[in-house]
């Protein structure tokens, strides 16, 4: 059974940092493609970064230069590292691998207060 789990959400102020990790069980990391997306209140979710199986990477423009998305094969963990924090960040943000049907985990909720 597949399962994702998201960690380190919480509150931050603006301009602050945060890290959340997303660990799976019943799955690879490495041979699947993955990303983050956020869903904020009374908005449709949104895609925020992408990993790709071989290593490509993409970033919604409101997030380039501030979040970085990586992977630890090891752990099977992949992370989205965000700086420099915006109260326009504030969502839940949920994990992502796409197969046929894309998994989702259950989100964490990230708060940036201005």
């Known amino acids: 059974q597949v399962q994702l789990v998201e960690s380190g959400g919480g509150l931050v102020q603006a301009g602050g940092s945060l890290r959340l990790s997303c660990a799976a069980s019943?799955?690879?990391?490495?041979?699947?493609?993955m990303g983050w997306h956020r869903q904020a209140p009374g908005k449709q979710r949104e895609l925020v970064a992408t990993l790709t199986s071989n290593g490509g990477l993409n970033y919604a423009d409101s997030v380039k230069g501030r979040f970085t998305i990586s992977r630890d094969n090891g752990k099977n963990t992949m992370y989205l590292q965000m700086n420099s924090l915006k109260p326009e960040d504030t969502a839940v943000y949920y994990c992502a691998v796409y197969k046929r049907a894309t998994i989702w985990g259950q989100g964490t909720q990230v708060t940036v207060s201005s």
């Open positions: 019943g799955l690879s990391f490495s041979i699947n493609s």
